[in-house]
């Protein structure tokens, strides 16, 4: 964080302090709420969980080194009292925010906004010093303590804003304005939350509603939901996609022979080829709206080009691939799930397993409500239509909903089956698996089916590994 003196931090949050014997001195090192990435110089954020309370660890943090704690309660060592603790690390985001003076950009959708945002982070990292969200820490404590990691020599500072409801990223843009505002998709993630792709649409705008009028909107010109949201900003509208009428777009799109994508960007300013290291087509989309917002603060098409090439996945569990030395090949996308993800997912599969067997255990999408079924047959049938050989559903009824739906799209028989849990999967794995196969794991995170690829990536003798 930038140097910021505990009295100046007391004042930013309405905070007392207490047992501070000297309110001059500075935090100089990160803010943190995991008492074991506590620095010398760290502020401790002592939040309270369902089974954690961070007040616990206030001795242990200042003895490690941490210049206070920000606290709901007086804790016996120095400590900056607030009522709301996740109140007071929002004000202070936003101070250290408006004194920085970075270029913030900030976006969201329903599908790939994490890998979008590690892409951004890497090509705008060349032009200048860039802090971005690490893993998917996009809600209203992730977002400001990302945001507090910024230093002096911050000059990009790139977060994902998620949102399951309406209004929350309007109060996640309030923390942090950004300058540039990025709208991927809209699609049926959390739907069932929501409540429809409208209800959607109108929480992913909040982020060019916030925008200011010397601001960018970088808008998905492919997807009508987003290019409509137009219309709710005063900012300047910067369209990516495949369509003819976007600003940068992409042509010629193609996917090399282990599945990875390759194209020509265009952009306003040049053109470039991009040969991509990430896996599956629809990271296309990704890497056009990293290079929107590249162009938008002055890189070439050349410099953009060739750091989507060189590119790779900065955050776990997201189409991370790996070659066992008897040649199977492990598709760890079991990060997250949702309809939209999991089809592009499945189409990777498919590109990156030409001539070889082809695997898909396939867990719940959650968050779907009314939409679950139908949902989960889709994708089902899908695999049947991708010619995926053998779809294994994992887990209750959302993993029964996802065999039946490839049952009954090509009365698959023994080409789809349906085991109990994560175990079951890897016991019929090893048993069946060849050299040359290529197996994706995909679900929600609440199944935990990374386990999987875990198992069939651990060395050793074959019994030795559990996916519990």
Excluded: C
Aim: net charge negative; hydrophobic share 45%; charged share 20%.
């Amino acid at each position: 964080m930038i140097a910021l003196s505990l009295a100046e931090i007391a004042s930013v949050v309405g905070g007392q302090t207490h047992d501070i014997p000297d309110p001059s001195v500075q935090v100089t090192g990160p803010v943190v709420r995991d008492s074991r990435e506590v620095e010398p110089g760290s502020l401790f954020v002592a939040f309270v969980g369902e089974r954690v309370d961070g007040h616990d660890f206030a001795a242990q943090v200042v003895e490690a080194g941490a210049a206070a704690v920000l606290a709901s309660r007086p804790v016996g060592v120095p400590a900056i009292v607030v009522d709301d603790v996740q109140t007071a690390i929002g004000a202070l985001a936003r101070e250290v925010v408006r004194r920085l003076g970075a270029t913030l950009v900030a976006l969201t959708g329903s599908a790939g906004k994490t890998s979008t945002k590690d892409l951004i982070a890497q090509v705008l990292q060349r032009k200048a010093p860039t802090v971005w969200t690490p893993g998917s820490l996009n809600n209203e404590i992730g977002l400001p303590l990302t945001a507090l990691s910024a230093t002096e020599e911050t000059r990009f500072l790139v977060l994902e804003m998620g949102a399951r409801g309406i209004g929350h990223i309007r109060y996640l843009a309030e923390l942090t304005p950004p300058k540039i505002g990025l709208v991927l998709n809209v699609g049926t993630a959390h739907i069932g939350e929501f409540g429809g792709r409208e209800q959607i649409a109108q929480a992913k705008g909040e982020l060019v509603e916030s925008l200011p009028e010397d601001g960018t909107a970088v808008l998905n010109a492919d997807d009508p939901l987003v290019r409509a949201m137009a219309s709710r900003t005063k900012a300047k509208v910067i369209l990516f996609g495949e369509s003819d009428e976007a600003d940068v777009r992409a042509e010629n799109v193609r996917l090399t022979d282990t599945g990875q994508p390759a194209f020509r960007l265009r952009t306003p300013s040049g053109d470039s080829d991009v040969t991509m290291r990430l896996y599956g087509e629809h990271h296309v989309s990704n890497a056009l709206a990293a290079a929107a917002v590249a162009h938008e603060l002055g890189m070439s098409a050349e410099e953009i080009a060739t750091a989507l090439s060189e590119a790779g996945s900065l955050s776990r569990w997201r189409m991370e691939v790996t070659e066992r030395p008897d040649g199977v090949t492990v598709v760890n996308d079991a990060y997250n799930a949702n309809p939209e993800s999991m089809r592009a997912a499945l189409r990777a599969l498919v590109a990156m397993g030409r001539g070889r067997r082809t695997w898909a255990v396939l867990g719940k999408m959650a968050e779907l409500g009314d939409e679950a079924l139908a949902e989960h047959d889709a994708v089902g049938r899908l695999a049947v239509r991708l010619n995926v050989s053998k779809l294994v559903a994992v887990g209750g009824r959302e993993a029964s909903w996802l065999q039946l739906g490839a049952y009954n799209e090509g009365s698959w028989g023994e080409e789809s089956v349906h085991v109990s849990d994560a175990q079951a999967a890897v016991d019929l794995l090893r048993s069946e698996l060849r050299p040359g196969d290529v197996v994706l794991v995909k679900a929600s995170r609440s199944v935990g089916l990374e386990s999987v690829a875990t198992a069939l990536l651990a060395t050793g003798a074959e019994g030795e590994v559990s996916a519990r």
